[in-house]
């Protein structure tokens, strides 16, 4: 949340966004107001990220029972709702009450900024589709999975009679340097298999093949990859997951600046 206020000194139209914030693990109200600022100070191009988590070590650190963890992120996408959508807020449920409550500023969105979830699982991905206003897809899903899960998704949508924004996640470098690519190809499976060990290896249909996922190589390679996503899925946002462990800051500020140039003006409409 500090780091998106002291983005939006720097842009006027750049959408700015969590991806995602561990909803469970936070006070709903303190969220909404922090929410609130940046949706403000960016004058309305703000996105709430939000997901469930899914390490062990961070669900115990916060005092919290696995078993609680949906119950409180439904409830806690829910205050966040009524509080911005409502110039008087009142809640009552098992984890939150909420009376007469006010914030101030309101929204700069109106009637209020989306909420994206982040999702896995089936389950967990028709969840996304019930209580947010989108899905963001995950990095590491392959295209069967993907296909399925989307459909999933745009099935309930369909029920809510909602289009719902779809956001995808790919991991990204640019680099002409074959060494460097092979490098950062390795660095990104390396953080994929420790996301694993943390809790994601309970997720029975994660692809092994990264070669769809990631998309690192030289310009016109990216340019390709990115374009068969866009083709493929028509995502209102890609989100490029970039600065993986072990990517040195030169490599890093590079490949932001290669791909400013050379990439990201060959996809716009």
Same mark, same amino acid.
């Given at each position: 949340?500090?780091?998106?206020?002291?983005a939006?000194?720097?842009?006027?139209?750049?959408?700015?966004?969590?991806s995602?914030?561990?909803?469970?693990?936070?006070?709903?109200?303190?969220?909404?107001?922090?929410?609130?600022?940046?949706?403000?100070?960016?004058?309305?191009?703000?996105?709430?990220?939000?997901?469930?988590?899914? &390490?062990?070590?961070?669900?115990l /650190?916060?005092?919290?029972?696995?078993?609680?963890?949906?119950?409180?992120?439904?409830?806690s996408?829910?205050?966040?709702?009524?509080?911005?959508?409502?110039?008087?807020?009142?809640?009552?449920?098992?984890?939150?009450?909420?009376?007469?409550? %006010?914030?101030?500023?309101?929204?700069?969105?109106?009637? &209020?900024?989306?909420?994206?979830? =982040?999702?896995?699982?089936? &389950? /967990?991905?028709?969840?996304?589709?019930?209580?947010?206003?989108?899905?963001?897809?995950?990095?590491?899903?392959?295209?069967?999975?993907?296909? &399925?899960?989307?459909?999933?998704?745009?099935?309930?949508?369909?029920?809510? %009679?909602?289009? =719902?924004?779809? /956001?995808?996640m790919?991991?990204?470098?640019?680099?002409?340097?074959?060494?460097?690519a092979?490098?950062?190809?390795?660095?990104?499976?390396?953080?994929?298999?420790?996301?694993?060990?943390?809790?994601?290896?309970?997720?029975?249909?994660?692809?092994?093949?990264?070669?769809?996922?990631?998309?690192?190589?030289?310009?016109?390679?990216c340019?390709?990859?990115?374009?068969?996503?866009?083709?493929?899925?028509?995502?209102?946002?890609?989100?490029?997951?970039?600065?993986?462990?072990?990517?040195?800051?030169?490599?890093?500020?590079?490949?932001?600046?290669?791909?400013?140039?050379?990439?990201?003006?060959?996809?716009?409409?």
């Amino acid at each position: 949340m500090p780091l998106l206020v002291r983005a939006s000194a720097y842009t006027e139209s750049m959408s700015l966004g969590t991806s995602v914030l561990l909803l469970p693990l936070l006070n709903p109200m303190d969220v909404v107001e922090q929410a609130t600022t940046i949706d403000v100070m960016s004058r309305g191009n703000f996105i709430l990220g939000v997901g469930l988590g899914y &390490r062990e070590n961070e669900i115990l /650190a916060s005092g919290m029972k696995r078993n609680e963890l949906i119950d409180r992120f439904c409830e806690s996408i829910n205050v966040i709702k009524v509080v911005w959508e409502n110039e008087t807020a009142n809640f009552s449920g098992k984890h939150f009450s909420i009376k007469d409550a %006010k914030i101030n500023p309101r929204p700069f969105q109106k009637p &209020r900024p989306p909420i994206l979830v =982040g999702a896995y699982d089936d &389950r /967990a991905v028709i969840r996304a589709g019930s209580i947010g206003d989108g899905w963001i897809v995950p990095p590491e899903l392959a295209s069967t999975p993907l296909e &399925r899960k989307l459909t999933l998704y745009q099935n309930e949508m369909r029920l809510r %009679k909602r289009r =719902g924004i779809l /956001a995808m996640m790919r991991a990204f470098h640019v680099t002409s340097n074959r060494e460097e690519a092979n490098s950062v190809r390795n660095l990104v499976s390396s953080h994929f298999a420790s996301k694993r060990k943390m809790g994601l290896d309970r997720l029975s249909d994660l692809n092994d093949n990264l070669d769809y996922e990631v998309i690192v190589g030289e310009p016109s390679h990216c340019i390709e990859a990115m374009s068969k996503l866009k083709n493929r899925y028509q995502p209102d946002h890609l989100i490029l997951l970039m600065g993986f462990q072990g990517i040195s800051n030169e490599q890093l500020v590079e490949s932001i600046k290669l791909a400013g140039d050379s990439v990201l003006p060959c996809l716009e409409d």
